[in-house]
């Protein structure tokens, strides 16, 4: 089946950085989504992208679909410590009622 | 985006019991969906819930283990059948909403301990 390499699967940065993670895929997909997964509770969708080379931003959060589909990027500025969570990509195709995730990313700060 | 509540928010059960999970939706939705996270791993797909008909397994999960009841367009209920420790994971559901055609919302998922 379809797979999404998520990467990298961890990061340990310094409170106020900028954080950059992405997704690539061997197939296309029609949606890209990013969403955070804090300890317990369940994931919390943070940006959605429906078309090709699309850019969006939320706060201190941008995201892109890449023009060639097989891929996105999640990038955060000055990072914060409740910026601390797994973020998952996720790939969705148009009639298949269905996403298909990446492994995650675990983002860890360091005050 | 929709308000989803799970019941029970987490549970320890006894090898060979099974445990139903409530998903409750504040709004009327066309999809939703059941996923199982495994502890440190990414979500798997279980089922897609259909409203007034049997539900949509993946590979891998089968109607006899978690068996899924869709009554209506705002609740569903997962059922894990005959537990064993395998199946000590989180269970989320989603759904989708009509007008966001592949975007998914969780709920906060029901934490499931198997002895």
């Known amino acids: 089946g379809q797979q999404l390499n998520q990467s990298p699967q961890s990061m340990f940065i310094q409170e106020g950085e900028d954080v950059s993670m992405n997704c690539t895929s061997s197939?296309?997909?029609?949606?890209w989504l990013w969403y955070k997964q804090d300890p317990g509770e369940g994931p919390v969708l943070l940006i959605a992208?429906?078309?090709?080379?699309e850019l969006t931003s939320n706060g201190r959060l941008t995201a892109q679909f890449g023009i060639t589909r097989k891929d996105s990027f999640l990038n955060i500025s000055a990072s914060i410590p409740s910026d601390v969570g797994i973020y998952f990509c996720?790939?969705?195709?148009?009639?298949?009622?269905?996403?298909?995730f990446g492994q995650g990313t675990r983002l860890t700060i360091n005050p | 985006s929709a308000v989803i509540s799970q019941k029970p928010s987490r549970d320890i059960c006894q090898r060979g019991t099974s445990l139903t999970i409530q998903c409750q939706v504040d709004s009327q939705v066309t999809m939703m969906f059941w996923y199982r996270q495994q502890p440190g791993q990414s979500l798997t797909l279980i089922a897609t819930a259909n409203q007034g008909s049997e539900a949509t397994y993946e590979s891998g999960f089968v109607i006899d283990k978690f068996p899924i009841s869709r009554p209506n367009l705002t609740f569903s209920t997962l059922t894990v059948s005959n537990m064993s420790p395998e199946d000590s994971s989180i269970y989320l559901c989603s759904v989708e909403k009509d007008r966001a055609p592949d975007t998914q919302y969780f709920g906060p998922g029901t934490r499931l301990t198997v002895l």
């Open positions: 996720a790939g969705g195709l148009w009639g298949a009622q269905k996403l298909v």
């Open positions: 992208l429906y078309k090709a080379g």
């Open positions: 197939s296309i997909f029609n949606t």
